[in-house]
């Protein structure tokens, strides 16, 4: 277990987070990207409650490290008593928030009647955030999108949003396109429905006082400037995960800390020892190295390196020596 060390009123108010995504930030990618910011928010990938209630080895879903604080935790499910059940777990671990999904449109979630889906079923939504809330006493967020086919327009979002908060739903993550639950995959449900930033504006004007969040094509540090400027945060999803090192200012240029040169070399080196303790507890190289690769770009002979870390860490035998060897080839390039 993990002290929670951080204040309820600090946890409504983070200014940038990297969005949950599945198959991308699991605890690997965050000890990296802690590297780059202390101070954003850091999700889970998405553990579902019924998963938590009859896994043999919660240890295995639940744990993380220390360095990670901040970090929230994603909840999919919709049955108000296993999710419950599953906050309590959360903050008995010691994470310091909890997120329920509601935007992710994949036909495995929606079997599960879960995630998006639940856009269309906004009392049971509302039941699962009561008894959550009252099971633990960490802030409770949704991520949800704009709405779900036909459900889409104005008036029901504001509605949807309203049961939440009521229920006690302390921020909103707001996915600024609606979702198609038939005829578009996961991945076309993060494109071909526009962004339509102006229907989120709408509804922060209409509840200035809801902590509202926005999530969708936000790709820059300057994006999240000017998203700051009329949202309460800014959510970072794929662009954080692929090109890990464009984000190296986000502690300086958004929350005003002393300047910090990050450079690639560094940030490798930093999180050699959490690689080495996690090859001594039977881990392997590749789980970090593969999250490593995509700090490797736009730089002269960045190809060659990552072919190289590519092909050596996926070796199960491999240790943290070809590591120290690509962080000193780039210290020696100057990056």
């Given at each position: 277990?993990?002290?929670?060390?951080?204040?309820k009123?600090?946890?409504?108010?983070?200014r940038?987070?990297?969005?949950?995504?599945?198959?991308?930030?699991?605890?690997?990618?965050?000890?990296?990207?802690?590297?780059?910011?202390?101070?954003s928010?850091?999700?889970?990938?998405?553990?579902?409650?019924?998963?938590?209630?009859?896994?043999?080895?919660?240890?295995?879903?639940?744990d993380?490290?220390?360095i990670?604080?901040?970090?929230?935790?994603?909840?999919?499910?919709?049955?108000?008593?296993?999710?419950?059940?599953?906050?309590?777990m959360?903050?008995?671990?010691?994470?310091?928030?909890?997120?329920?999904?509601?935007?992710?449109?994949?036909?495995?979630?929606?079997?599960?009647?879960?995630?998006?889906?639940?856009?269309?079923?906004?009392?049971?939504?509302?039941?699962?955030?009561?008894?959550?809330?009252?099971?633990?006493?960490?802030?409770?967020?949704?991520?949800?999108?704009?709405?779900?086919?036909?459900?889409?327009?104005?008036?029901?979002?504001?509605?949807?949003?309203?049961?939440?908060?009521?229920?006690?739903?302390?921020?909103?993550?707001?996915?600024?396109?609606?979702?198609?639950?038939?005829?578009?995959?996961?991945?076309?449900?993060?494109?071909?429905?526009?962004l339509?930033?102006?229907?989120?504006?709408?509804?922060?004007?209409?509840?200035?006082?809801?902590?509202?969040?926005?999530?969708?094509?936000?790709?820059?540090i300057?994006?999240?400037?000017?998203?700051?400027?009329?949202?309460?945060?800014?959510?970072?999803?794929?662009?954080?995960?692929?090109?890990?090192?464009i984000?190296?200012?986000i502690?300086?240029?958004?929350?005003?800390?002393?300047?910090e040169?990050?450079?690639r070399?560094?940030?490798?080196?930093?999180?050699?020892?959490?690689?080495?303790?996690?090859?001594?507890?039977d881990?392997?190289?590749?789980?970090?190295?593969?999250h490593?690769?995509?700090?490797?770009?736009?730089?002269?002979?960045?190809?060659?390196?990552?072919?190289?870390?590519?092909?050596?860490?996926?070796?199960?035998?491999?240790?943290?020596?070809?590591?120290?060897?690509?962080?000193?080839?780039?210290?020696?390039?100057?990056?």
């Amino acid at each position: 277990m993990i002290s929670n060390s951080f204040k309820k009123n600090e946890l409504t108010s983070y200014r940038v987070s990297i969005a949950p995504m599945m198959d991308c930030t699991d605890r690997h990618f965050r000890v990296l990207m802690r590297q780059i910011t202390k101070k954003s928010l850091l999700y889970t990938e998405m553990i579902v409650a019924q998963a938590l209630h009859y896994s043999k080895n919660r240890n295995k879903l639940l744990d993380f490290d220390e360095i990670e604080h901040p970090i929230s935790i994603q909840l999919g499910g919709d049955n108000p008593n296993l999710l419950a059940e599953a906050a309590q777990m959360a903050e008995d671990w010691g994470y310091d928030e909890i997120n329920l999904n509601i935007g992710c449109p994949s036909p495995k979630v929606k079997s599960g009647n879960f995630g998006a889906c639940l856009m269309g079923k906004p009392k049971i939504v509302a039941k699962c955030i009561e008894k959550m809330k009252k099971s633990c006493n960490i802030p409770i967020t949704i991520k949800q999108r704009l709405g779900i086919d036909n459900l889409d327009s104005d008036d029901y979002l504001m509605q949807f949003v309203d049961h939440c908060s009521i229920a006690g739903a302390d921020r909103f993550i707001i996915h600024a396109r609606k979702a198609w639950l038939n005829g578009l995959n996961p991945k076309e449900n993060r494109t071909i429905p526009p962004l339509q930033y102006e229907r989120v504006k709408k509804l922060k004007k209409n509840r200035p006082e809801l902590i509202i969040e926005l999530n969708g094509g936000i790709n820059t540090i300057n994006d999240c400037i000017k998203t700051l400027k009329v949202f309460d945060g800014a959510m970072v999803g794929r662009a954080a995960y692929s090109h890990p090192f464009i984000w190296t200012q986000i502690d300086s240029k958004i929350y005003g800390q002393p300047e910090e040169y990050l450079s690639r070399s560094k940030i490798i080196k930093k999180v050699i020892p959490f690689v080495q303790k996690n090859i001594e507890n039977d881990g392997r190289l590749w789980q970090m190295s593969k999250h490593i690769i995509n700090l490797i770009e736009n730089i002269p002979n960045a190809k060659i390196m990552r072919q190289e870390l590519s092909e050596k860490c996926q070796n199960q035998k491999a240790d943290v020596s070809i590591l120290k060897k690509i962080a000193q080839q780039l210290e020696d390039a100057g990056q």
